[in-house]
């Protein structure tokens, strides 16, 4: 496997269902993130982990619940989701550098497309 | 505040034309980073080229090109020959500019630009 993988693909899931959504990098990356993607809204960022240390979490539901056991894994925990969190998923990996530029590029994933019932 | 504008909805092109899709941005901080991803039917973002502020020439990429006016704070993408492949939503991003070391950056996006190549 290269670049950044994520499973499932498509997920379909009732209200009161627990699942989890898998992200895995094979970059050699130290930062990792999750975003949400909704039709006619900008990519909104979920949350951050660099150095398997949450840094950045923007006011998102308890609902989500990110988990980063090393640098190449990330999962999503899902429970009790709505139907407006229906959405694709889309796990990044970067390699954080102080000085920016390219280097600093975020990569992504294919997507869970998730939809609640 | 950060922000980035798209303009452009959707767009179409005959195979092999040139298109150039638009991308304005609004930072009051000198130093900062401007990123293109192409996100086809598939879901997968897809990285295209990048454009630090201080560079001083414009960045291409293949057939990608970025058209870089930093006094009208644009950012275009120049697609030369296009190819059926090229059908896809294009995304314009900005990092906000570096706060602290070692501080994770967020990306600030456009809404896209759907691009239609016609045959």
């Known amino acids: 496997e290269t670049g950044v993988t994520q499973t499932p693909r498509h997920l379909v899931m009732g209200m009161t269902n627990k699942k989890s959504l898998k992200c895995e990098q094979h970059?050699?990356?130290?930062?990792m993130y999750w975003y949400k993607q909704s039709a006619k809204k900008p990519l909104e960022l979920m949350f951050v982990?660099?150095?398997?240390?949450?840094?950045e979490n923007n006011s998102v539901p308890s609902r989500f619940s990110p988990e980063c056991p090393n640098s190449s894994h990330l999962f999503l925990h899902l429970h009790t989701l709505q139907p407006e969190d229906s959405a694709l998923y889309l796990c990044?990996?970067?390699?954080?550098?102080?000085?920016?530029?390219?280097?600093?590029?975020?990569?992504f994933g294919p997507g869970t497309r998730l939809t609640v019932l | 505040a950060q922000k980035i504008t798209q303009t452009q909805p959707g767009m179409f092109v005959q195979e092999k034309e040139a298109v150039t899709l638009d991308c304005t941005y609004d930072t009051s901080d000198p130093s900062y980073g401007l990123f293109w991803y192409k996100q086809p039917s598939s879901g997968e973002m897809i990285f295209l080229i990048y454009?630090?502020?201080?560079d001083q020439q414009n960045a291409t990429e293949g057939r990608y090109s970025l058209n870089f006016q930093k006094a009208r704070k644009s950012a275009n993408l120049v697609i030369s020959a296009s190819q059926l492949g090229d059908s896809a939503m294009y995304f314009c991003a900005m990092r906000e500019p570096l706060k602290s070391a070692g501080n994770n950056r967020k990306l600030i996006w456009g809404l896209g630009t759907s691009l239609a190549v016609n045959p």
């Open positions: 982990y660099s150095l398997e240390e949450r840094v």
């Open positions: 454009q630090g502020s201080y």
């Open positions: 970059l050699g990356h130290n930062a």
């Open positions: 990044a990996s970067s390699q954080v550098m102080t000085s920016g530029g390219k280097a600093d590029t975020q990569y």
